[in-house]
């Protein structure tokens, strides 16, 4: 599973949802709403892009995988 990083990001950079919707010129509930995800869904490459030149990072800083534990089925 693909885990979405952007909360942490911003917040080790201290940008707020305001600031970055400014620096992308994306609307704040967009941002919101990227930012409240914790599975990555789906996310459009120049979307992508725009927030790693802002933030100034790499992709792989905004999202890690992990593999998935198994399911314990009771007896």
């Known amino acids: 599973m693909i885990h979405w ?4 990001v911003m917040a080790e950079r201290n940008i707020s949802n305001k ?9 704040p509930t967009s941002i ?7 599975r990555l ?3 459009d ?3 992508l892009s725009t927030l790693c030149e802002v933030l ?8 890690v995988y992990e593999k998935e534990k198994p399911v314990r089925q009771k007896k």
């Not at 990083?5 to 942490?8: E, I, N, P």
């Not at 600031?19 to 609307?27: D, V």
């Not at 100034?56 to 999202?63: V, W």
């Open 5 to 8: 990083r952007l909360a942490v």
């Open 19 to 27: 600031e970055l919707a400014k620096r992308t010129g994306m609307h």
């Open 32 to 38: 919101s709403k990227l930012k409240t995800r914790r």
């Open 41 to 43: 869904t789906r996310i």
């Open 45 to 47: 490459e120049n979307t």
């Open 56 to 63: 100034n990072c790499q992709p792989g800083d905004l999202m």
